[in-house]
């Protein structure tokens, strides 16, 4: 099923950089917790994105 929607729960994320080591292309490290970059199309990226969201230590990647 394809992504259309990826964000960070800021309130969640402890800025392991866990995703932005699985996924460069997508997520990158902010001031107060990984962010998701403008304007990526998703779905080139949809394995490395969803091994981020499962592999992220507190569940702060919301893929839909």
């Known amino acids: 099923m394809a992504i259309t929607k990826v964000r960070i ?4 994320c402890t800025q392991c950089g866990l995703c932005e080591d699985t996924c460069p292309e997508v997520f990158e490290m902010g001031d107060d917790s990984a962010i998701v970059k403008a304007g990526v199309d998703f779905n080139t990226y949809e394995d490395a994105i969803r091994e981020a969201a499962e592999d992220c230590p507190s569940e702060a990647i ?3």
């Open 9 to 12: 729960d800021e309130d969640e």
């Open 62 to 64: 919301l893929v839909e």
